[in-house]
């Protein structure tokens, strides 16, 4: 990828005032694509490639861009996720009100911050202004919805918009009222799902050993069971701390409002204080601390509320978090340890992940013997545009390093003891040959990470890709997971290669002697049922066929979107083909050629697609037109039932499907709402006047547009009667 946009150095990229509209969009999708890739590897995988400060440009720069261009911002961008998309297997939940976020402080000076921008925002010099403080628990939030006092519903956060529907599962959990009395028509009650310390070791033991890393991941196990008598059976504890939809207000303040949980009989926080300024905050977060250790379960910080529901209320929100909370959280863990050994995984798309390989040490009760190095720049101690990281201090194999956990993420290398360095160690000579096959790795400028250029060829990268074809979002087939691909990737009697393998294993166990189900770990029922579940994936939705195929950038999101566009594979494999067709895509000089295509038709056809962006568009069309590439796709087309995506619901009004224009001054709504509206309504909505335009908006103020649609005789109409159609008179 040679595409400037490719440049991790986000921080030196032109102010977003400065773009133009289309160089914006370009930008906007090509980032999303690269925080969810991003994403991807930090929850599927053991080693993301980025690290925080990176991704953490990435998102700060696609902010700026959204914040500046507001009509470009997409809803499923990742600035708008608050946490991992709801997982297959329960039913969803949209929720009646949002699930936030907390913004995050981690010093004395972040607290103060927050009190002064609360007061500035509400334009409170002095005066009283009062905060809870309580622990932040850490666990797992759930909504719980009770319609005339009945629990009706119990769902998790999921991407805070949509989450899983666990409500089964939620009244076998004895904190958990079934019925109310005195409550309101409707209240939904919020709060954290955990286990406590004692019952976690308990669960280990009784199940043979450690089971689940912590109590978190022991309380998130534990609530999505399929089975509710599983989770029946596990210790699970929730403490309500605030509500979502209520059909009257609970009290007029935070602590009034969760004393009334606490009557209507839901665990509340014993530790909850109010706080009248910020040194007093600052007093509770010291003392709570200081119980954090025997507290009996994992805490990470305290949270701040304002404590006035009306100032709340005035307050608000930003996207995804209350601009009236912060989480004030604890230090992250920390413990030194040698690293014995750096070590390199391939992916899917042939990124070459260091890992470091620890001496196994305890951090916040967890052992770790792995760390991620993120990439080659941040193992020689400095960030993607050269500036020194620890201060310039390298990483070397036999090095002492300090190791962090901050939450459930993988650890992190926080520092180096060069006092403690080994005489004569070397510093890390990053391999330029792909450690699997023996290929060139290479890394192409302004891109953070190298990448073996094996292709096929590379063994780990057709495991990674086969992973990722059977994983959750893809395929997901049962019974097949990253451990049995890599035991049917050197199988010699029975293989699985590639994507088409799977869908002929049956067919060729049923030709050979040397059987699946003669095999160690296999037995007939097994055997079955594995075909089984390969056979129930052979019809397969586009928007799934289409991020299996794990092409670079070409997320979840990406994936449904390219679905719901084309709504065939066919479609879209032709549109590939005929963006493929252009001279300028096999032209070498990349500059001249990607100005050429730019321009060109069927190269448009692919960038003009809302949310998808050039440097996207330039994977997708080099990876299906890849000759080998080409034939193992077509392989697994042949074995498959691609079901067609129905195109976003939209509602069906009198501008759906038309080209508008807005030119001149509109009074009431600003520019990107018209257009947001407009395309909520099935419309689209161009820059300039054309034999295209079904319709003109013109308010005051409109002179070369107007003039424009009065020749070519389109439409026109004023400010006021588009109020009408759009429905906000
Ligand atoms: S209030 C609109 N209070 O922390 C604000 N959250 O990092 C909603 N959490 O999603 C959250 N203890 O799962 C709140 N005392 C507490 C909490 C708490 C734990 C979790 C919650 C939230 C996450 C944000």
Redesign the pocket.
């Known amino acids: 990828m040679t595409d400037a946009r490719q440049d991790d150095s986000v921080t030196a990229r032109p102010d977003p005032a400065a773009l133009d509209e289309r160089r914006a969009g370009d930008e906007i999708a090509d980032l999303s694509a690269r925080i969810a890739q991003a994403n991807e590897d930090y929850h599927r995988k053991d080693a993301p490639v980025l690290s925080d400060a990176e991704y953490d440009a990435l998102k700060h720069r696609l902010l700026a861009l959204e914040r500046a261009f507001p009509q470009l911002a997409h809803p499923d961008s990742p600035t708008q996720a ?1 946490g991992a998309a709801p997982a297959e297997g329960f039913g969803k939940v949209t929720h009646a009100q949002r ?4 913004e ?1 402080g981690f010093s004395d000076a972040d607290v103060t911050d927050f009190v002064a921008r609360v007061r500035s925002f509400l334009g409170l010099r002095d005066g009283d202004l009062a905060f809870t403080a ?8 759930l909504s719980l919805r009770y319609e005339d006092g009945v629990l009706v519903q119990a769902a998790t ?1 999921g991407d805070g918009t949509v989450g899983e529907n666990v409500t089964a599962n939620a009244r076998t959990i004895a904190d958990i009222p079934h019925r109310l009395t005195g409550a309101p028509a409707i209240l939904e009650v ?1 709060g ?1 799902v955990y286990m406590s310390h004692a019952d976690f070791e308990r669960l280990n033991a009784a199940e043979g050993g450690r089971v689940f890393a912590n109590p978190r991941n022991a309380a998130a196990g534990s609530l999505r069971q399929i089975d509710p008598a599983v989770t029946a059976s596990r210790p699970l504890r929730f ?1 309500a ?2 509500w979502g939809q209520v059909s009257e207000p609970l009290a007029d303040t935070q602590k009034g409002a969760v004393d009334r949980l606490a009557a209507l009989g839901f665990q509340t ?1 014993p530790l909850t204080r109010l706080c009248h300024d910020a040194d007093q905050m600052l007093a509770v977060w010291a003392e709570i601390e200081q119980q954090r250790a025997t507290l009996g379960y994992d805490i990470d910080g305290v ?1 701040y ?1 304002v404590n006035d529901l009306s100032y709340q209320a005035r307050l608000g929100y930003r996207s995804t ?2 601009r009236w ?1 912060l ?1 004030h959280k604890f230090p992250a863990e920390t413990a030194w340890t040698r690293l014995d050994r750096i070590e390199i995984q391939v992916g899917r798309t042939g990124a070459l992940s260091p890992v470091a390989r620890l001496e196994p040490v305890t951090v916040g009760g967890v052992v770790v013997s792995n760390a991620t190095l993120h990439n080659e720049d941040y193992i020689a101690g400095r960030d993607s545009s050269g500036a020194p990281i620890r201060d310039g201090r390298d990483i070397r194999e036999g090095d002492w390093v300090k190791i962090y956990r901050a939450g459930d993420v993988i650890p992190k290398i926080a520092d180096v003891d060069l006092s403690r360095r080994p005489e004569g160690s070397q510093p890390y000579r990053f391999p330029e040959t792909c450690p699997e096959c023996g290929s060139d790795a290479i890394r192409e400028p302004g891109d953070s990470v190298r990448r073996c250029t094996g292709g096929l060829i590379c063994p780990a990268q057709a495991i990674e890709k086969l992973k990722h074809f059977v994983s959750r979002g893809a395929f997901d087939v049962e019974g097949l997971g990253a451990k049995q691909i890599e035991m049917f990737f050197s199988d010699p009697l029975l293989p699985i290669r590639e994507p088409a393998d799977i869908f002929t294993l049956a067919e060729r166990d049923a030709r050979t002697i040397a059987k699946l189900k003669n095999r160690d770990g296999f037995g007939a029922r097994s055997a079955e049922k594995l075909f089984a579940a390969i056979e129930d994936k052979r019809r397969i939705p586009l928007e799934r066929l289409i991020f299996a195929l794990g092409i670079r950038h070409v997320g979840e999101v990406a994936a449904g979107i390219l679905a719901r566009h084309f709504g065939t594979w066919d479609a879209l494999i032709a549109a590939v083909d005929a963006a493929a067709s252009e001279p300028a895509f096999a032209a070498a000089d990349d500059k001249a050629r990607r100005a050429a295509l730019t321009d060109s038709p069927n190269w448009a056809e692919l960038t003009s697609i809302n949310g998808i962006g050039a440097v996207l568009v330039q994977s997708l069309v080099t990876t299906l037109t890849q000759d080998a590439e080409r034939a193992g796709i077509d392989r697994l087309i042949a074995q498959v039932e691609v079901l067609p995506a129905a195109a976003r619901q939209v509602r069906q009004t009198e501008i759906s499907g038309k080209t508008l224009v807005f030119t001149g001054t509109l009074e009431r709504m600003t520019r990107a709402e018209a257009k947001a509206r407009a395309e909520a309504m099935g419309a689209k909505v161009a820059g300039s006047v054309s034999a295209k335009t079904d319709l003109l908006i013109a308010g005051p103020g409109a002179g070369s547009k107007a003039a424009k649609a009065a020749e070519l005789g389109v439409a026109v109409i004023d400010e006021d009667e588009w109020l009408r159609i759009a429905g906000g008179t």
């Open positions: 608050v699930m936030m976020s907390l995050n309580e622990p932040k628990i850490d666990g797992l939030s956060r919020r954290e403490f701390y605030g926080n949270v509320k978090t209350p909370a989480a």
